[in-house]
């Protein structure tokens, strides 16, 4: 996904923009659960949404110089590349993060998987008065969005900062009341997410969502704090190629994966089209299967 986060969930797990709707479908793919040690010759579709972004230009160039031919199919919503993977429509898509990719398995009852990381999109912590985390006073009011999926993961983000501890250890489905008051050093209130920037002077700090802070006249540099790619409770807001489960140790998927990962002028694009906010990320696909096992166990706990 881009540096973009909106008020849905589906908007904060895929985070591209939209462009047009269905521009293709699935033809000449590889065999579903093949692991063929070959990579020549063959050709594999990937959902995207964005097919136009930096990255992916470069992507097929450099999976064609593996013999991979890769064709990408531009879907013009979030809500439909995980259908046409699961139907076969589909090798691959890249487009969401683990929380949305857990939330459409337990919808659906579908097995889709995560076989490998792309990049995280920091959401971040934005101040007026203050240049440092730890110049915040004691009790000072820091202010978060008040929709579910962005509160959770922006509470996250001031836990990670030491402005708060959370009752729970933190969870995609922390909310305030989820705030320990006596442990925090900041008081937490919650706003409409599109009015945050405008109360920024009124609040020792503010997450901000991705979409509103150029319009807030402020860039991503003048972040305070932003998600840790290296904390356990960020990496469900990984984005991740998603495979159906038995195409999981597919060699020529995987090595999809790793091109993304290391090819210079892909990173190149990634870095370009989310407004140099990505953070590539190489994390192990077991870790990722991991997160996607207990996020679905926080799901079907929360009931």
């Known amino acids: 996904m881009t540096r973009r986060t909106t008020t849905s969930v ?17 033809s000449g793919s590889t065999d579903a659960g093949s692991n063929s040690s070959s990579t020549e010759d063959e050709t594999v579709t990937i959902g995207v949404v964005g ?50 990719l857990a939330q459409y398995n337990d919808a659906s ?73 006596a442990k925090s050093k900041v008081k937490v209130t919650a706003l409409e997410a599109a009015l945050i920037p405008n109360a920024l002077p009124d609040v020792a700090a503010a ?40 195409d999981k140790d597919n060699e020529t998927y995987l090595k999809l994966v790793e091109i993304f990962q290391t090819d210079p002028e892909v990173q190149a694009g990634l870095l370009a089209s989310s407004g140099d906010t990505a953070v590539a990320l190489k994390t192990p696909a077991a870790d990722l299967q991991a997160s996607l096992k207990k996020v679905l166990e926080d799901t079907a706990a929360q009931g």
Not at 67 to 79: K, N, P
Not at 215 to 231: K, R, V
């Open 10 to 26: 589906i908007a904060a797990l895929a985070a591209v923009p939209l462009f047009i709707a269905l521009a293709g479908c699935a």
């Open 51 to 100: 097919k136009s972004d930096e990255q992916w230009p470069a992507f097929v160039e450099a999976a064609a110089d593996e013999g991979i031919t890769v064709e990408l199919v531009d879907f013009g919503s979030y809500e439909q590349p995980n259908p046409a993977l699961a139907a076969g429509e589909l090798d691959l898509n890249q487009f969401q993060h683990i929380v949305y």
């Open 109 to 181: 009852g579908e097995d889709l998987t995560p076989i490998g990381s792309t990049a995280i999109y920091p959401l971040g912590l934005y101040s007026q008065k203050f240049e440092d985390v730890a110049d915040i006073p004691e009790g000072e009011t820091v202010a978060v969005p008040d929709d579910a999926s962005n509160q959770a993961r922006a509470l996250l983000v001031l836990q990670s900062a030491g402005l708060i501890e959370l009752k729970s250890g933190g969870t995609i489905f922390s909310d305030l009341a989820d705030v320990d008051e």
């Open 207 to 246: 997450i901000i969502n991705n979409d509103f802070v150029t319009q807030a006249g402020l860039s991503f540099e003048d972040a305070i704090a932003q998600d840790d790619p290296a904390d356990p409770n960020a990496l469900p807001y990984v984005n991740i190629f998603a495979a159906r489960a038995e």
